[in-house]
Each structure stands twice: as C-alpha cells, then as structure tokens.
C-alpha cells in the first residue's frame, strides 16, 4: 500500500526541505563533499521560498554570513564536512557568546585533514562540543536515519530559536547519502519554535537583559532596535566589560541556560532495556548496524539491549547512570577511536567495550554480534 505523503530522499535532502519546513530562510555555504547536495537542493530550493542563497569564499565566511543573518531576524543555517568544520569553530565561538541561534550541518567524513573525502567517520563528536575556546554552551544532535535527519534538522532550529545558541547536526558520509523511503509528517502537525521576541520600546531596550529566564529576548536588526554585538565578554547593554562580577555572570548564564534545561533537550531511544544485562550504545549510522545486532542477539536469548543517543551534547550521563544499576558491561561501536566510549565509561563506572574503525569503512552488524557473544559467554 502506497504510504501518503511518501518520498525516496537521501539524508542530505531531507535536511535541506526540513530547513524550509523550520522556516530556514539563508544559507550561506562552500561546496565541500560529502555535505554538497545540501547546498545543491537549497540553490534551487531557497528562492523559490522568498529565500537567499549564498555560496561564500570559504567556511569562515560562510559561519560569519548566517551569523549576520540571524541578527536581522532571518532563521539561518551552512553546512559542511570536517576541514570546513575546524574553520568555523571560532565563528561558532563568537554566535555562543553573543547569543546567535543559528544551525551548522556537520557531514562527518575520515580525517584529520582532507582525511578521506568520500568515506564516513563520527570523529568529529568531540570537536561538536569543544571545538571553538573557552566555556561555550552548545547543542549537538545526531540522527541515524533519513526519517530522523528530517525531524532532527527541524529540531535543531527550534533548540537554537529557543535557547539562543549555534545547534550543530551531526550526520555522517553513510546517513547523508543513502536512499530511504520516509513519510513526511504534514506540515500542521509539526511543531516551530521561533525566538522570543522583546517587547520594550528601541530607548528601554538592553540586549542582554534577562527576565524571567536566563533566555534574554531578542531584537532584530532593521527593525528600529540599535544595540552593540561583540564577542568579547559584555553587560546586559552588549558593551564589553572588565568588571569581574560581570564577567563571571555572563558566563555562568550562558552555560546554565543549556544546563538547566537538559532534562527538556535530552534525547533518546531504549530498545529491550528493561531485562538487559548488557547494553549497546550506538548513535549516527552506527547505531543501524546495532540495531540489526541487537535482534540478532536477542533471537537467540542473549539479554542484550541498545541505548540510542538522538542528542549527544549535553550527554545523557544521568540516564547511563540508571541503566548501569541494571546493565554490567556498555559496547559502544563508533567510527572514531572511543570519543563517545569514554562518556558512557565516565557515566557508568562499568566495563566498556569499544567497537572502533577508522578505515573509512562501516561498523557492520556482524562485528557487533561477535563482541555481544563475546561478552555474553
């Protein structure tokens, strides 16, 4: 039977016609594989959606423009792939502390350095959260498959409109590119989040000012509000300061707003963890082959289950925790050398069993199987 409203879309394209259903309205980005047919999908797209597009001189122009945008209001979002990522990082630091929102897309590829262009990684999970200097608050999202890239693009915006902050969605070479059937939930039903808007007057009005949360409302340039943006450290006026009660306060507010609301941002999938004594943690495309493990393992009675992280930063270290009164060893399968591994080790106080590659090549279920029976003699 024929599915309503269903469409073959690679995750590449479902991130981009989910940026237009968020309400993304810019995108300002560089050519670079294996992100391009965002940027591809979006030229066609954006103007027919009384849109811009932009392809920038490089990846540092291209976080300075969607910063820019957002300030004169506009819902605004580039993506790219690991050298391109690094380029941005002190972009991103400065959308942290000026309090940006604005989404950067991440199509993990091998690296470090051009690495490998054409082949997935994940070793980018720890950069997501760390990259750009200093005490930052960020969000990380990373989806498995087609379907969830599509809700999780939507979800990036409404966290960074909510909370006022860059989102980055982290996919990968292996989820950007396959093809799957998804039906596309109708547009009434899915929920938009736009930013908090002041209400006081353009003289009354101090851009940093917070009422009755640490979120303070914003104004966008061009529509009669003047007021300073820096990144250095600033006032409730946005103009800098050295006064150190000020400074300490700045920062701990912009960290606290994430902090605080973790428990609302946290995402997350259980499968078969009721009566597991081992667990699976598996994100991204890594988590598709665990999941393929996990109902081999439990067909033949191994009392395994799988803990899917759909939000990577802030971590879910106080889930882990629970899970672990009940699970005694954690395999954690990543194309990486163990970045999200020692999380779960660090939140669990168990035994963790690293799945690792960094050959360019897919963690398969059957590598997982194995170390599952492994554990379970």
């Known amino acids: 039977m024929r599915e309503k409203n269903a469409e073959l879309m690679t995750g590449n394209e479902a991130c981009a016609e989910a940026a237009i259903v968020a309400g993304m309205r810019f995108f300002a980005g560089y050519p670079i594989t294996p992100s391009s047919e965002i940027a591809e999908v979006l030229a066609g797209r954006l103007p027919r959606e009384g849109g811009v597009f932009i392809q920038m001189e490089d990846e540092i122009g291209s976080m300075a423009a969607i910063i820019g945008a957002s300030l004169a209001g506009v819902k605004s979002m580039t993506a790219t792939s690991g050298p391109g990522f ?14 940006v929102p604005c989404v950067v897309v991440n ?8 690495g490998l262009p054409t082949l997935p ?23 498995s498959t087609v379907r969830e890239t599509y809700d999780w693009t939507i979800k990036a915006f409404n966290y960074a409109e909510q909370y006022r902050v860059p989102v980055i969605l982290l996919l990968d070479e292996i989820v950007a590119h396959i093809s799957e059937k998804i039906a596309l939930p109708p547009r ?18 101090l851009p940093y000012r917070c009422y009755e949360s640490d979120i303070p409302p914003t104004a966008d340039f061009g529509s009669g509000y003047r007021f300073n943006v820096t990144g250095l450290s600033h006032d409730e006026s946005g ?11 700045l920062y701990r507010r912009l960290n606290r707003k994430i902090e605080q609301h973790r428990n609302e941002i946290i995402a997350y999938k259980k499968n078969f963890l009721d009566q597991a004594d081992f667990c699976i ?42 899970i672990a009164q009940q ?6 399968p990543e194309m990486n050398l163990g970045q999200i591994a020692h999380e779960v080790a ?11 590659r960094v050959d360019g090549g897919l963690i398969t279920p059957s590598e997982i199987f194995e170390r599952i029976k492994n554990v379970s003699v």
């Open 107 to 114: 199509v993990q590829r091998g690296g470090p350095s051009t």
């Open 327 to 332: 699970c005694t060893h954690f395999i954690v």
């Open 281 to 322: 943690v598996a994100y991204g495309s890594s988590a598709r082959s665990a999941r393929r493990a996990l109902q081999e393992a439990r067909s033949q009675g191994v009392k395994v289950g799988l803990f899917q992280p759909y939000v990577l930063w802030p971590f879910p270290y106080e889930v882990l925790e629970n």
């Open 121 to 143: 990684s994940q070793a980018d999970v720890m950069q997501a959260r760390w990259g750009t200097h200093g005490d930052h608050p960020v969000i990380v999202v990373a989806p």
């Open 188 to 205: 009434e039903e899915i929920e938009i989040i736009e930013r908090q808007r002041t209400t006081e007057p353009p003289e009354k009005y």
């Open 239 to 249: 103009f800098p300061t050295n006064n150190p009660m000020k400074i300490d306060a």
């Open 86 to 99: 690094s380029l941005m990082q002190e972009n991103i630091g400065y959308a942290s502390m000026a309090e």
């Open 346 to 356: 660090c939140a669990t106080k168990r035994r963790v069993i690293k799945i690792n």
